[in-house]
Every structure is written in structure tokens, then in C-alpha cells.
């Protein structure tokens, strides 16, 4: 695939892009962005080695991609008026489309006209399913360690972290199951609900669903969180995730370096209360803990992130790591040793 992320290819601007890079299955062949073309994505981004960076789509089609993704998920989730040609002529080139932007490209009458007109395959993974239900506190009885991620802010890592935990699974022969809850996670993964699509009564519901179907095939299931408690745009999705999935464990993800919550000014309290907070919030419903502290250290050296990390764990208590930077076995080893 080619990645469309003209004018907002970096760490924080491209989080999808960024996502598939590092984790999709399909290999990307070229990134649009004419800010950082003659590049490659790992001078830009850090991952992706020699993936070329590239001005147009007319330049990406030399490495003949099969689909285009758009690659922001920005605030809104609406398409950027500037990218609607270049969807337009992808699908006149023959190419497939996936977004996971809020505005579903399926509904619009001359970006659908074109797909059907050229016979391409247009996918709005932020579609909710029909039929959702409300939850009914299913998973609170599943014997399955149920482990979701839960954060200080948005875009620290919630998703990177569930993915890390769920492929260091794998790899030790754990039968364990990632749930997307997000339009990158369902990208990479290929299955999932976006429950910030879904109608507020039935996000928890929609969590609970996607659980019990990863439950069949795994006994450890690594969710991936949205938003947080903290947030006063998305909180509602976070507790709608806590609560329809029940989980036995719950691993906190902060950006050390990120004193306050993005946007808004609020400062973010110490982890040590951010850790009661959650705890709390649940407990009426179930008892959980969070067992582990995953920080994102993307913007500090080595020795300031080595510092964040016993700072971490000094005030909470908890292992901490950096999953993305020093792999996941740390943070692996201390859920499994929470699970009993």
C-alpha cells in the first residue's frame, strides 16, 4: 500500500501511518508527503528503513501500490479538503481505498461513483457494526486474562503497547489475541470495532464483543485502549472500554515527557494517583489492578528515558518500561506474574 499523509508525516501528526509502518501487515511501499520527499520513512520517523517518501500519488504508483490509506486520524476525523483529488485519482489508477477517518468515504456520492466506476473496494474501518448491543457484563466471568490499556492523554502509546504485549505473547507460544478498538488497530489487524464511531449506549457493548470473540482462541487478550479518564473530549469512550471489557489487568501508558493534557492545559496528577484512579473507578463493578507502567520515551535520549522509567517505578511501585524502545518482555513478565 501507499500511505496518504501529505503536510502531517511525523511521530504525532501520522499516528496511523505510523502504526501501519511499524506493525501492518501489508507492506508499504511508498508515503505522499511533499514536505519530506527525497526522504525515507526511517529519516522522518524512525521505522520503516528504506521506504521511499515521495511529492504525489503519481510518483508512489512507480512502486505499483494496490491501495491507497489515508494515514491521520485527525481531531474530527474529517477528510482534509486538499487529499479529496488524490482519493479521486487513486481509484481512477485502480487502487483500493482504506480510511479511518469519521467522514465515510462510501457516502460520498462522487468518491463512491468512482470506486464503483473503476471497481475498487472502498473501506471505512471506523463503520460500526449493526446490531450492537448494550453490555451486559459478559466478561467480568471469562476466566481469560483480559488485559486492557489505559492512559494519562491520547497518543501516548496505548495501542503500540497492546501490540507489543500481544506479539511478545506470541512469540513465547502464549495464545493471546490483540483487540482493536481503533481505526489503526483494525488496519493492522485486519478485525475490530472503532467504539469512538459508536452510538455512546453501545460502546461498552461493542467492547464486550470484541473480548468474548478474542477469548475463543486465546487465553490472554490484549485490548487496546482509547482516550483517558482525564481527557474532557474522550473520556466517555475510556470508561465505555473499562467497562464493557472488565479487565483483569490494566496497564497504565504515559509520554514522560508529557506534563498536561494536550490542548486543553490540564495537568496530568502524578502516576501513583493516576494508578488509585483507575483502580477506583473500577472497583465497583469488579476489582482490577494496574500491574505495570508503560512509558513512551520516543522524544528522550537513552539516559533520560532509563531515568523516567526508575522514577516510574520508584512512585508507583510497578515495573515500568519503554516497550517500543527496550521490547516488551518486562512488562510482559509482569502481568503474567499478576495473573498468578
Known sequence: MVILAEGSFDVEGAKTAVGIIRYGRCRTVAVID???????????????????????????????????????????????????????????????????????????????????????????????????????????????????TVGTDCCVGKMSVSLELTLGAKRRGMAADFVATGQTGIMIWGRGISVDACVADFIAGAAERIVLEGCRDADWVFVEGQGSLYHPGYSGVTMGLIHGTSPKQMVLCHQASRPEIRGYGIAIPPLNEVVAYHEAVCAPLFPTKVTAIALNTYDLTAAEAERAIREAEELTGLPADDCVRNGPDKLLDAVISAAG
Open 34 to 148: 511533499s514536505q519530506h520527499a527525497g526522504q525515507t520513512t526511517k529519516d522522518v520517523i524512525g521505522v520503516g528503513e528504506d521506504i521511499p517518501v515521495v511529492a504525489s500519488l503519481q510518483e508512489a504508483l512507480i512502486y505499483e501500490p494496490q491501495t491507497l490509506a489515508i494515514g491521520i486520524a485527525p481531531r474530527g476525523g474529517l477528510l482534509p479538503a486538499e487529499w479529496r483529488q488524490v482519493i479521486v485519482n487513486a481509484l481512477e489508477c485502480g487502487l483500493d481505498v482504506i480510511s479511518g477517518l469519521h467522514a465515510f468515504l462510501r457516502d460520498d456520492p462522487e468518491i463512491a461513483f468512482v470506486a464503483e466506476r473503476h471497481g475498487c473496494v472502498i473501506a471505512d474501518v471506523r463503520r460500526p457494526p449493526e446490531g450492537l448491543p448494550v453490555a451486559e457484563g459478559l466478561c467480568r466471568s471469562v476466566p481469560e486474562q483480559t488485559v486492557l
